[in-house]
C-alpha cells in the first residue's frame, strides 16, 4: 500500500517538466515543502508495520532524493539562462551616441602659450589661489596704503593677518623665487581674482600667464626679444609688439605689452577702439627690492616679469565679443573650438 503509494509520487516527480522560476516553485510546493507531497509520505511512515520500516524507508528516502536533485538541477539551469540572457549581446542594435568633448578656448590658449615657452626653456609652476599677504602684495614691494589692497579691488577671506583670493598671478613668482635658486625661467598660468561687477568686458575671476626669467645678465632687450618671439609666434609673424611706459611696484621699469590689432591688421576698429593696438598685458624688469625679499643678491642677478591676460588673448585670437561667454557653458559655443593654430 505505502510502497504503491511511493511509487505513485515518483512518476508524478518524474513527469514534472519546470522551465520557468514559477514553475519551480510549484514543484517545491508540491513535493518538498512542509506540505508537501513527499513530506506527507514521511507522516503516513510512522503507521507502516515494523517488518516492512527498512524497505519502505529506503524507497522514501530514494523518492527524497530524487525529488531534491532535480529541484536542484532545474534551479541552476534557470540561473544560468537568466545569467547569460544578460551578458548576450546584441550587435545589431544601432550603438548609443555619445558626443566627444572639446577643449575650453582659455585652454587652448594656455596650452598654446606653455608650448611657446616651454621650448626658450621655461618650465611651469603654480601657486595657491588662496594667498596671504605676503605673496600676493608685501614681498611685492606693495606699500602698505597700495590702492589694490583696498576692499573693491581684492577679495579679503580674513584680515589681519591678510588672507586674500589672489589678485594676480605675480604671487607665483614669490612662491617660486622662495624655493629655487637662479638662474630661474618659470610660467606661471592660473587663476585671479578681482571685486568686479561683471560684464561683457569684466569679470571676477579670470586668468592670468605670469613669467619670469631671473639670471645673470639678463636685461630690458632680453625681456622685450621674448616677447617679440611670443607674439608671432601666438599670433602670426606680422604682427608688431610695442612697450608702453607704465608702472608696477614690482617691476621697474614697467611696461604695458600691446601688440598690433589681428582683427583689423592695424587699420583701427571697433575691437582696439580704431587705435590699432590692442593691449595683452604688463611686463618690467624685476625691482632690486623684490629680489632681495625672496634672498636673491640683486646685485649679483637681474630678472624680468611679465603677466598676460588668457580672457584677453582668447578673444584675440577667437574674436570673442563678450567675456561672459566663457564661463556660461553653452555647447554651441564651446564646441566651436578644436586647437588653437
Ligand atoms: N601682475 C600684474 C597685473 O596683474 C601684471 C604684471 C606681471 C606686470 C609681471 C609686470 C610684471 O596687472
Same mark, same amino acid.
Given at each position: ?9 515518483? =512518476? ?32 503516513? /511512515? ?21 525529488? =531534491?536533485? !532535480? ?40 596650452? !598654446? ?5 616651454? !621650448?626658450?626653456? @621655461?618650465?611651469?609652476s603654480e601657486g595657491p589661489?588662496?594667498e596671504d599677504d605676503w605673496h600676493n602684495f608685501s614681498a611685492l614691494n606693495f606699500p602698505p596704503d597700495h590702492?589694490a589692497r583696498?576692499?573693491?579691488?581684492t577679495? @579679503?577671506?580674513?584680515?589681519?593677518p591678510d588672507i586674500t583670493?589672489r589678485t594676480h598671478t605675480s604671487s607665483v613668482q614669490v612662491r617660486v623665487m622662495e624655493t629655487t635658486k637662479p638662474p630661474i625661467r618659470t610660467?606661471s598660468?592660473?587663476?585671479? /581674482? ?11 575671476? @579670470?586668468?592670468?600667464?605670469e613669467g619670469m626669467y631671473i639670471d645673470k645678465?639678463v636685461?630690458?632687450?632680453?625681456l ?9 609666434? +601666438? ?12 608702472f608696477f611696484p614690482f617691476t621697474e621699469p614697467s ?27 604688463g611686463a618690467g624688469m624685476m625691482h632690486p627690492n623684490v629680489l632681495e625679499n625672496s634672498k636673491i643678491d640683486s646685485s649679483v642677478y637681474s630678472g624680468f616679469a611679465f603677466g598676460?591676460?588668457?580672457?584677453? +588673448?582668447? +578673444? ?15 555647447? !554651441? /559655443?564651446?564646441?566651436? /573650438?578644436?586647437?588653437?593654430?
Open positions: 500500500m505505502m510502497l504503491e503509494k511511493i511509487k505513485e509520487i515518483q =512518476e508524478e516527480v518524474e513527469k514534472f517538466s519546470v522551465d520557468t522560476k514559477e514553475q519551480l516553485e510549484n514543484f517545491r510546493l508540491s513535493f518538498l515543502s512542509r506540505n508537501g507531497k513527499v513530506s506527507a509520505l514521511f507522516d503516513d /511512515f510512522k503507521q507502516v508495520a515494523g517488518d516492512q520500516k527498512r524497505a519502505v524507508g529506503q524507497e522514501l528516502n530514494k523518492l527524497k532524493k530524487l525529488a =531534491e536533485e !532535480r529541484f536542484s538541477t532545474w534551479q541552476s539551469s534557470l540561473e544560468n539562462t537568466t545569467q547569460d540572457q544578460k551578458s548576450r549581446l546584441d550587435l545589431s542594435l544601432p550603438v548609443v551616441p555619445f558626443t566627444l568633448g572639446s577643449r575650453h578656448p582659455i585652454t587652448l590658449v594656455r596650452e !598654446r602659450i606653455i608650448q611657446i615657452f616651454e !621650448r626658450m626653456g @621655461f618650465s611651469v589661489e588662496i590702492p583696498e576692499m573693491q579691488d577679495f @579679503f577671506i580674513e584680515k589681519n583670493l610660467l598660468p592660473g587663476r585671479v /581674482f578681482r571685486n568686479e561687477a561683471i560684464s561683457a568686458r569684466a569679470h571676477c575671476v @579670470f586668468h592670468q600667464v645678465n636685461s630690458f632687450a632680453d622685450k626679444n621674448t616677447l617679440y618671439h611670443f607674439v608671432k609666434e +601666438m599670433f602670426g609673424k606680422d604682427t608688431k609688439i610695442r612697450f608702453r611706459p607704465s611696461a604695458e605689452i600691446d601688440i598690433s590689432c589681428i582683427i583689423c591688421k592695424g587699420k583701427g576698429c571697433r575691437i582696439c577702439k580704431q587705435s590699432g593696438w590692442v593691449e595683452i598685458g598676460m591676460g588668457l580672457e584677453r +588673448m582668447s +578673444m584675440l585670437k577667437y574674436q570673442i565679443n563678450d567675456l561672459r561667454l566663457f564661463t556660461e557653458n553653452d555647447v !554651441r /559655443f564651446l564646441r566651436q /573650438f578644436t586647437a588653437a593654430e
